[in-house]
């Protein structure tokens, strides 16, 4: 495991990339669990797997196909992540967050970062559809912050402002998007947990009281270092499972990975709405 990756294999894994495909994306987007369908709506893509990019980490958990897929939608060229790796595979936070960085060498702008997320706020249903104003990054807090080690002044600056994570514009497009098209769509504050195990009912009730209504285990260690790296950053969580504060119900991946299929339609509605935007 590495605790921390160069800008030489930062740029040996963007090369890799670049002489496979004959586009330069400008947007990247992460899907999340269960939600890689819209990868396979790229027009004329070439399509890369994990395991042939040096040091990209590879997922092990289902849902998760673990390939690029680059081409053009909505008129953009996109980089589509088709599944990501988290900190509980055993990854470290730099190897966790190394894609957004080969990202941020090949050129990307603007990320749009998806997840499947458990609801914390009572409000929230399955299958409904949050945009990101905030979060609560708790791994990061206890010392598993993505950018601990040197500091890459290529990318920014040591201690980056954190004040805007999510660009303000991109969640006032999502919003009327969302409005034109019959989306009911929350806006609310995510919080990263480490996982893989799920949260306990007195763990929900505590991360509520601190102001959380989604929770998830990725999404805040990607966007810290797009952030760092001034990119702009669009979060998305889709809501895979009701808020289990009484701990009366249990909740299973395979319950997330259903819930996927209801979301799937709308997100995908969604970010092809602020696509055209852009």
């Not at 708790?138 to 990318?155: S, T, Y």
């Not at 929900?204 to 998830?216: E, K, N, P, Q, T």
């Not at 009484?246 to 339609?265: C, R, Y």
Request: glycine share 10%; proline share 5%; aromatic share 6%.
């Amino acid at each position: 495991m590495k605790e921390w990756l160069s800008l030489a294999e930062m740029d040996a894994a963007a090369d890799v990339v670049r002489s496979r495909t004959k586009w330069k994306p400008r947007i990247g987007l992460i899907l999340g669990s269960g939600l890689g369908g819209l990868a396979n709506e790229v027009e004329q893509p070439d399509t890369i797997p994990y395991s042939d990019i040096p040091d990209f980490p590879t997922s092990t958990v289902m849902g998760h196909t673990g390939r690029l897929v680059i081409g053009r939608l909505e008129n953009q060229t996109v980089m589509v992540m088709q599944g990501r790796a988290h900190y509980y595979e055993g990854y470290s936070m730099a190897q966790v967050t190394f894609p957004v960085r080969v990202m941020q060498r090949l050129g990307v702008e603007i990320l749009i970062v998806t997840n499947a997320a458990g609801a914390i706020n009572p409000d929230y249903q399955p299958g409904d559809v949050m945009v990101l104003n905030d979060h609560i990054g708790l791994i990061g807090m206890a010392g598993m912050n993505p950018l601990r080690g040197p500091n890459l002044d290529d990318f920014g600056d040591r201690f980056p402002d954190m004040s805007q994570v999510y660009d303000r514009d991109l969640i006032k497009q999502s919003q009327q998007i969302a409005k034109a098209n019959k989306i009911k769509l929350h806006q609310g504050v995510y919080v990263c947990l480490s996982g893989p195990s799920f949260e306990t009912p007195a763990d929900l009730r505590f991360l509520r009281v601190i102001g959380s209504d989604a929770v998830g285990m990725s999404t805040v260690p990607e966007v810290t270092v797009a952030r760092h790296g001034g990119t702009k950053v669009l979060g998305v969580s889709g809501i895979s499972n009701k808020a289990n504060l009484d701990g009366n119900t249990l909740t299973t991946h395979e319950e997330v990975l259903e819930a996927g299929k209801v979301i799937v339609p709308k997100l995908e509605k969604l970010l092809r709405g602020v696509l055209r935007t852009l």
